[in-house]
């Protein structure tokens, strides 16, 4: 099943961030996983305070993926660069099953 990260940020240090953002994505396609979003506009269309952080969506093949990137020494070494210009939060949900093409269960 695959697993998801949403990861946010309110960035203090453009010049300290963008060493996180370049040296990211090697660290991701190494075990399977994708950007789905980087940064790109989001609208509040509900509830509030504005929404005015940035905010990533990344795709992995599972959430052994996913911690395994998250846990790897490179990404950890990327990832300081990140702590230090910016208050983030970073999320793990799993992904439905769709192999047999198939939804989310609404009931859940």
């Known amino acids: ?11 203090h240090d453009a010049e300290t961030y963008r060493k996180y953002t370049d040296r990211t994505p090697e660290t991701l396609a190494r075990f399977g996983g994708r950007f789905l979003t980087r ?7 509900e509830g509030g305070p ?17 911690l395994a990137w998250h ?11 990140r702590r230090l210009s910016s208050s983030s939060r970073l999320l793990l949900q799993d992904g439905p ?4 093409g198939g939804a989310p269960d609404p009931q859940v």
């Open 97 to 100: 099953d769709t192999s047999a």
């Open 50 to 66: 504005e929404f005015d952080e940035r905010m990533v969506l990344l795709e992995f093949p599972s959430k052994e993926a996913a």
């Open 1 to 11: 099943m695959p697993a998801y990260i949403v990861a946010t940020m309110t960035i």
């Open 39 to 45: 940064g790109s506009e989001v609208t509040t269309l």
């Open 71 to 81: 846990d790897d020494p490179d990404y950890q070494a990327a990832a300081e660069f």
